[in-house]
């Protein structure tokens, strides 16, 4: 385990923390007025490895060959001149800093990334951390790279779990949960909706789905994978024939189906890494889902239930009706659908680079 302290005076900054995936939701932003939850679980940090943050740079003022080197393959509307190596926490994780609330600036419920760090390291003063709580934002901790050092520690490391242990813990991620928004006269106002980490999730496995189709349709399963993805690759894609195939793969699932064009598998929620097939199956393009997402998708629970005081005997469910479904046809976050799109080489055929400079249109005819 490690904790981050102060490069300019050693404090101590965090807990003891482990490391895990950075979530596909990282940088998404929900809505308008939302109130999301913490980003990280607590004891855990990650690491964004591309610059994030204050300065930010318009495309205009990019070189192309810069682009390119740094895994951007189309234009996006402006690129971090920031370090690379942002590190995220938990908001309670921190310790031994002060908030400078005057540097948050452009908020409108909360604290934003404004125009740089609005943390300070308690005992000298040097800026160290971004606290994000904006509506729409998720709630996190973000460590300067250049302004903290990671230091081990001796603690107990959280083993790291395998495919079967993952399984064997089932904490799936519901598709559908409450929302909840700030700002009502009568208080805060809740309804059910689809999960923004699925929308997230969504985001991104789309956008390989697109790059590994070839401008073929893509069939995916029946059931909740054809309900988040069939629609919008249907009218992305055009309705030639012979159409290409994505199964569900992964821990716990038959690996009988080996004709298969796309898989749709899991990344390890420690390390991130694609769990990979064996045998015929490893040809096929890997599409990334967070094991949450992906273990719901693979072994769906019979309903939602409704969340409720008290507990249970083990083994035993409520007699809760189902959660109500969400009042419109699920849609894929378009801010992480672009953000990784363009970090696709495939964005550079033609025929995808339209599907992107059309983003704004397809949102408006509710693909995303």
């Known amino acids: ?42 004891g855990t940090f990650a690491v964004q490895p591309e610059p994030w943050g204050a300065p930010w740079r318009r495309w205009e003022e990019i070189d192309p060959d810069e682009a390119v080197a740094r895994g951007i393959h189309a ?56 606290r994000i709580d904006d509506c729409s934002l998720w709630q996190a901790v973000w460590l300067a790279p250049d302004a903290v050092h990671r230091l081990p520690v001796a603690s107990s490391e959280p083993a790291m779990l395998s495919w079967a242990e993952l399984l064997a813990e089932g904490k799936g991620t519901p598709p559908i949960e409450p929302i909840t928004r700030w700002g009502s006269l009568l208080g805060l106002d809740h309804w059910w909706s689809w999960s923004p980490q699925w929308e997230a999730a969504a985001g991104r496995a789309l956008a390989h789905l697109l790059a590994a189709s070839d401008n073929r349709p893509v069939t995916v399963p029946h059931g909740l994978s054809a309900e988040v993805f069939q629609r919008a690759l249907d009218a992305l894609l055009p309705a030639v024939q012979p159409a290409r195939r994505a199964v569900l793969a992964g821990p716990g699932l038959s690996t009988a189906d080996t004709d298969a064009d796309i898989i749709l598998v899991p990344t390890h929620p420690q390390t991130g890494a694609l769990w ?23 072994f769906p629970e019979p309903h939602l239930h409704l969340p409720a005081s008290g507990t249970m005997p083990d083994g035993v ?47 408006r005819v509710g693909l995303f």
């Open 1 to 42: 385990m490690f904790v981050f302290v102060c490069a300019g005076c050693g404090s101590r900054l965090t807990i003891p923390l482990s490391q895990a995936e950075l979530p596909v939701h990282a940088h998404q932003k929900y809505g308008n007025g939302i109130q999301l939850p913490v980003l990280m679980k607590s």
């Open 75 to 130: 234009p996006v509307y402006a690129l971090s001149g920031g370090a690379p190596g942002t590190i995220v926490i938990a908001p309670g994780d921190a310790r031994g800093t002060v908030l400078v609330p005057e540097v948050g600036g452009g908020y409108c419920c909360g604290l934003d990334w404004g125009d740089g760090p609005n943390m300070a390291c308690e005992a000298c003063g040097l800026p160290v951390a971004s």
């Open 317 to 363: 469910l409520r007699d809760d009706p189902p959660a109500p479904h969400p009042n419109h046809l699920f849609r894929a976050d378009p801010g992480t659908f672009q953000h990784t799109l363009v970090r696709l080489p495939a964005v550079r055929s033609p025929w995808l680079r339209e599907i992107l400079d059309n983003l704004t249109h397809h949102m």
């Open 276 to 298: 990979r097939p064996a045998g015929p199956a490893a040809s096929a393009y890997p599409v990334p889902l967070p094991f949450g997402v992906w273990m719901w998708m693979a």
